[in-house]
């Protein structure tokens, strides 16, 4: 019987039912790990080991800029695989970021051998690579697009929008990371569209009050 065959059928439904013999193989053969919130799970200059994939809890990918600040590059989630472990199992390279659980998170983990021989022999599981990996590089290329030509106010007003609720348990450093940006500079940016009735800040909490003038905002500038 298959080991944690309810956890790949709760986020990884296609390799539970795909009948390839080949992808039987890799899931027998991959690991349950565990890792608490707070830790490093990667870092520039590793070697990659394993191809993960995310049953549950979020990872993030920085790298920190020249004047020290950390840019945040992506989030994995659950049922998510990393595009950077990715990158470098297929390129035979090392981590260029740095990758910090930001909840108590666990994954499977398939050694890199198994990866490339998998990779090799299973159509489905070649599509099922490529596919998340073209996908997770075009979000990265259009979050760098972000950071490289909006505005500070409509990429906040845009994560604003983006959270799935209200209020947003954020608080401006976090909010900084994601922007790319600084907590002085979020700050200020936060208390003007408060300023303008857009929101209510209180500590470590955003509620939004107008969303559709954010909207507006973010119209005004395409």
Same mark, same amino acid.
């Given at each position: 019987?298959?080991?944690?065959?309810?956890?790949?059928? +709760? *986020?990884?439904?296609?390799?539970?039912?795909?009948?390839?013999? $080949?992808?039987? *193989?890799?899931?027998?053969?991959?690991?349950?790990? &565990?890792?608490?919130? =707070?830790?490093?799970?990667?870092?520039? =200059?590793?070697?990659?080991?394993?191809?993960?994939?995310?049953?549950? =809890?979020?990872?993030?990918? *920085?790298? %920190?800029?020249?004047?020290? !600040?950390?840019?945040?590059?992506?989030? $994995?989630?659950?049922?998510?695989? @990393?595009?950077? &472990?990715?990158?470098?199992?297929?390129?035979?390279?090392?981590?260029?970021?740095?990758?910090?659980?930001?909840? +108590?998170?666990?994954?499977?983990?398939?050694?890199?051998?198994?990866?490339?021989? @998998?990779?090799?022999?299973?159509?489905?599981?070649?599509?099922?690579?490529? #596919?998340?990996?073209?996908? !997770?590089?075009?979000? $990265?290329?259009?979050?760098?697009?972000?950071?490289?030509?909006?505005?500070?106010?409509? !990429?906040?007003?845009?994560?604003?929008?983006?959270?799935?609720?209200?209020?947003? !348990?954020?608080?401006? *450093?976090?909010?900084?990371?994601?922007?790319?940006? $600084?907590?002085?500079?979020?700050?200020?940016?936060?208390? #003007?569209?408060?300023?303008?009735?857009? %929101?209510?800040?209180? #500590?470590?909490?955003?509620?939004?009050? +107008?969303?559709?003038?954010?909207?507006?905002?973010?119209?005004?500038?395409?």
């Amino acid at each position: 019987m298959l080991k944690h065959a309810n956890a790949w059928k +709760d *986020q990884f439904p296609e390799f539970a039912c795909c009948g390839d013999a $080949v992808v039987a *193989q890799l899931m027998a053969a991959a690991t349950l790990v &565990t890792v608490p919130a =707070g830790q490093q799970v990667f870092y520039p =200059g590793q070697a990659c080991e394993n191809y993960l994939l995310l049953l549950s =809890g979020s990872v993030k990918a *920085q790298i %920190l800029s020249a004047d020290g !600040r950390e840019v945040l590059l992506y989030r $994995v989630l659950p049922g998510d695989s @990393c595009v950077l &472990t990715t990158s470098c199992l297929l390129g035979d390279s090392a981590y260029p970021a740095e990758g910090y659980t930001e909840s +108590d998170i666990s994954a499977f983990a398939i050694p890199a051998h198994v990866f490339h021989r @998998c990779l090799q022999q299973s159509a489905f599981f070649r599509e099922f690579v490529f #596919r998340n990996f073209s996908g !997770r590089l075009a979000d $990265v290329i259009k979050r760098m697009a972000a950071l490289s030509f909006a505005s500070i106010d409509q !990429r906040l007003a845009q994560t604003l929008l983006a959270e799935k609720t209200n209020p947003i !348990r954020k608080t401006h *450093q976090e909010l900084a990371l994601e922007l790319g940006s $600084v907590r002085e500079v979020v700050s200020r940016h936060l208390k #003007r569209f408060e300023s303008l009735g857009w %929101l209510n800040l209180s #500590r470590g909490s955003i509620e939004i009050v +107008d969303a559709a003038a954010l909207r507006d905002m973010l119209s005004a500038g395409d």
